[in-house]
């Protein structure tokens, strides 16, 4: 992967002639106008999931209800797809382009193409590295949730209700990306603060239900006393239950499984007693997506980063919530 700096962007785009002078065009975010209607980009990073096809949904019939064009793309989980999608969006003339980036550096060029070209940027979901590019400065803001917080309250489920089990798999979400990096970063340190757990294994699993069910199935052999998978995902989560019953355990019982995102299928398994908890990452990004827009072209002040409130399932209330879950 290319080494992508923050100075090496400002050199290329001084040398494209992007600086109007003295580096004021690259000061701020295109700003947006009000107007009645627009044409608006949304950079789906893959479809492969209940999550990203809720949140795909959310943000068609948002723009739908409020009768926006929208330019809608699927870079089907290849991030150079992506910032082929984000600069077409840009040579369509799209007023504002909501972009999901699969992973955190390889996007940073297609955020500044869209700055360069006078687009606002809003990063839905997942975020690109923080010293590449700056929200309020190259983006708008960030919408979505905290991956930190996701990780740290699976890992405090965990001190409280382990009833002795400790030892634990991590399946790891695509490398790279934002929600990866921050889930095991939240779990990781809170665990290792809890005391009493060893992580004896984690690698990624992309995302991905095969995927993780593969990888739950070598690690299991390898780590055959491990009585604990955290996914970052329901998607692996529901992969390693397949992986769990081939090993010929019960899932719940002989390992506890825990997952985030908070999917219908994900929330039954914990009414079934199959995933021990389940933190929710709410997909429905629509009415504040086009919110967020609106405000700004009204020219209201945007934080940086406008965080989304999630769930939390376990059996104390999965039942009551299942009709809830997406
Ligand atoms: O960025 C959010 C994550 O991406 C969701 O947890 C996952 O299911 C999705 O693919």
Known sequence: MPAFSRRTFMLAATALGAMTFAGAALAEVPALAKKDTYKVGFAQTESNNPWRIAQTNSMKAEAEKRGYQLVYTDAAGSAAKQVADVNSMIAQGVDVIFLAPREEKPLIPAVMAAKKAGIPVILLDRSVDPSLAKAGEDYLTFIGSDFIQEGQRVAEWLAKNANGKSKI??????????????????????????????????????????????????????????????????????????????????????????????????????????????????????????????????????????????????????????????
């Open 169 to 326: 798999i991590e399946l790891e979400g695509t490398t790279g990306s934002s929600p990866a990096n921050d889930r095991k970063k939240g779990f990781d340190e809170a665990i290792t603060a809890a005391g009493g757990f060893e992580i004896v294994a984690s690698q990624t699993g992309d995302f991905a239900r095969d995927k993780g069910r593969q990888v739950a199935e070598s690690l299991l052999q390898a780590h055959p006393d491990a009585d604990i998978i955290y996914a970052h995902n329901d998607e692996m989560a529901i992969g390693a239950i397949s992986a769990i019953e081939a090993a010929g355990k019960v899932p719940g019982k002989d390992i506890l499984v825990l997952s985030i995102d908070g999917g219908k299928e994900a929330v039954q398994a914990v009414v079934d007693g199959k995933i021990a908890a389940v933190v929710e990452c709410n997909p429905r990004f629509g009415p504040k997506a086009f919110d967020t827009m609106a405000a700004y072209a009204n020219g209201d002040k945007i934080e940086g980063k406008l965080v989304n409130d999630d769930k939390f399932y376990d059996s104390t209330n999965a039942a009551a919530e299942l009709a809830n879950a997406y």
